[in-house]
């Protein structure tokens, strides 16, 4: 391809809500441009990326004996209704009526469609097991799409589904598709690190995420230093602190703390430690009031609480409510003497917390003294893991390591689901007993234009874009220093002949543009070798080869230039 026909328009300046190195690079180098909110364009250098990564994909699933078809995006209601999610997705779904005023979505993911079919066409447990895939468009209306691609409300998925006679036939699938999945992203040129996830709204108990570890990653991973632990921190597990010591109980008292409002300035002014406040949080769960308690210098993790309670939709109670409840206003909660009874959970840590002190349910007042056993039990407290992990909390798994903070972008998930969406739809086989049986399920998805982000997230410098050699749009840019030189640009067109007779992708800039400005450009577009060409390297009858990444440059003979590239490109990706 010849830059002066290539479309690929690039920008000096990107829009100041580009935050993150590949939101401004897609944007600047010209792969892609926006037209609404999370929505883009890809452009031509774009789409080969995707290509790119979507062979790989399609590879892998076919190697682990997944087929592919394609569904269709618009799905109708009564589908999303038989499992109860035509509610619980809420605002995220993009929804839309015919002229018949009959009601569809545009698929955010596919279980229902995929159920359908197969609970459709299979019979028998012979048919069993089976796995489906397809690579297409989804559709989700996220509250903050940001960050370019990562964070779209169109994007591009791989959405696998299994469908299984048992747990054990299951539990073998899933082990091969977390294979695959290692194996697309390892070569892809990602480091992705498979976590311990939350399995969240879809269903389903057993999940890993592959994180694709970036500092401007949104997802936060807990890891151990000493064994292989690792969860997404909505998942990673706190164990309860060791019993503490058994002073004696002091009585509660209520005490006076003006315009004391965080849980340092309260701690400064009682004489305490953060560790000895409670914070008493409110919630609705449900719609439904509760409260749950954590130590001062812990968070609430509000995917335990969900999950402890089986709750879909758990917020923060509103200051009215609040109000209601604790009859003072807000930031005085505490367990004690509250206006209605409502349930209560305690994290762990808070129970073994001493010489405790609340939120008083009066402005400027807390109780000192709260002895958790004394004070809380006969409230009908019930504890749990109910907070954040934090940095240095001792591992969950092998109790010697301590835990480390991470950020991570969630490039793939993988689940088990069980029978839940089997169930709902009536995806169901015969036994060899000829008894009706429950197909198990599992679902495995990947985000392919996410992961061309996360790519650059990881393979980027101040100067542009170094893609991975696997994905990259072409391999090998020819820049000439002159192309008006006649010498310069017959040695051009010889060198990308030959390149393209050996298959090579290649690039040749034929623009009339000084040769600062080309360089820029190939710095930004991020080609993996980039082959310069002028008078000078000419003179010794030589090529000047160029490695985007690290930036090493080698002299080669005119006429070694294309087997030296092949090579190169060849052991690249081995
Ligand atoms: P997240 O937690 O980031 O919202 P998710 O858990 O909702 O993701 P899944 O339903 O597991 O995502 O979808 C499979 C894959 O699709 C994710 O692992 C991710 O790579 C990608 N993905 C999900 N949402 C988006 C989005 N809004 N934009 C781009 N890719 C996405
Ligand atoms: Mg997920």
């Known amino acids: 391809m010849r830059m002066s026909e290539l479309f690929a328009p690039t920008l000096r300046e990107v829009p100041a809500e580009a935050e993150i190195a590949s939101h401004k690079l897609l944007l600047r180098a010209g792969y892609m441009r926006k037209l609404a909110g999370g929505i883009y364009t890809y452009l031509p250098l774009a789409i080969r990326v995707l290509q790119k990564i979507e062979a790989i994909i399609r590879e892998e699933m076919d190697r682990a004996g997944a087929q592919e078809l394609l569904m269709p995006i618009v799905q109708p209601r009564e589908l999303w209704e038989k499992t109860g999610r035509w509610d619980v997705y809420g605002e995220e779904m993009f929804r839309l009526q015919d002229r018949h005023k009959r009601e569809f979505c545009l698929g955010p993911t596919h279980e229902e469609l995929i159920t359908s079919i197969v609970a459709q066409e299979i019979r028998s447990y012979r048919q069993l097991p089976v796995a489906l895939y397809q690579i297409q468009n989804k559709y989700r209306d996220e509250i903050r799409p940001r960050f370019g691609l990562m964070r779209a409300r169109e994007f591009i998925m791989k959405d696998a589904y299994s469908f299984h006679r048992n747990e054990e036939s299951l539990d073998e699938y899933y082990r091969r598709m977390y294979e695959a999945y290692a194996r697309v992203f390892a070569r892809v040129g990602l480091s992705a690190r498979p976590v311990e996830a939350d399995s969240g709204a ?20 807990a890891y151990c230093t000493n064994c292989d632990y690792a969860a997404n921190v909505e998942r990673a597990e706190a164990l309860p602190p060791p019993a503490g010591g058994e002073s004696e109980a002091q009585p509660l008292e209520a005490v006076d703390t003006p315009d004391k409002h965080t849980v340092e300035e309260v701690a400064a002014f009682l004489g305490v430690e953060p560790q000895q406040l409670i914070k008493t ?4 769960a449900d719609g439904e009031p509760i409260a749950v308690l954590v130590r001062g210098d812990h968070e609430v993790n509000e995917v335990k609480v969900a999950n402890l309670l089986g709750a879909t939709n758990l917020t923060l109670a509103d200051p009215d409510t609040i109000r209601r409840i604790t009859g003072a206003p807000v930031g005085f909660a505490g367990p004690i003497g509250l206006k209605e009874e409502i349930p209560f959970y305690a994290d762990h840590a808070v129970m073994a917390v001493e010489r405790g002190v609340v939120g008083g349910n009066k402005k400027d007042t807390h109780l000192i003294n709260l002895d958790p056993k004394r004070d809380l039990e006969p409230l009908g407290v019930k504890a749990a893991d109910l907070r954040l992990v934090v940095e240095g909390d001792s591992c969950p798994r092998c109790r010697e390591g301590k835990l480390q903070l991470a950020r991570g972008i969630e490039v793939g998930q993988v689940f088990k689901l069980g029978t839940k969406y089997s169930e709902a739809i009536g995806a169901v086989y015969l036994d060899e007993e000829g008894k009706t049986q429950t197909m198990v399920m599992g679902c495995y998805g990947i985000g392919v234009s996410r992961t061309m982000a996360a790519a650059i997230e990881q393979n980027h410098d101040e100067f542009g874009i170094c893609w991975p050699v696997a994905i990259a749009p072409y391999q ?3 820049v000439p220093i002159n192309w008006q030189d006649e010498e310069s640009r017959a040695a051009c067109e010889k060198l990308y002949a030959e390149l393209e007779a050996r298959g090579i992708e290649v690039l040749l800039d034929d623009r009339n543009e000084r040769a600062g400005v080309k360089f820029k450009d190939a710095d930004l577009i991020g080609i993996p070798l980039r082959v310069t060409i ?4 000419l003179a010794q009858n030589a090529v000047e080869i160029k490695v985007r990444k690290g930036g090493k440059m080698e002299l080669v003979g005119i006429d070694e230039a294309a087997g030296w590239l092949e090579n190169w490109l060849r052991e690249a990706q081995t």
């Open 202 to 221: 879809i269903g389903g108990n057993i999940s890993h995420e592959f994180m694709a570890l970036a500092p401007s990653g949104e997802a936060e991973i």
């Open 281 to 284: 949080m409110l919630y609705l």
């Open 476 to 478: 090998v840019l020819i």
């Open 534 to 537: 002028g008078s000078k390297t």
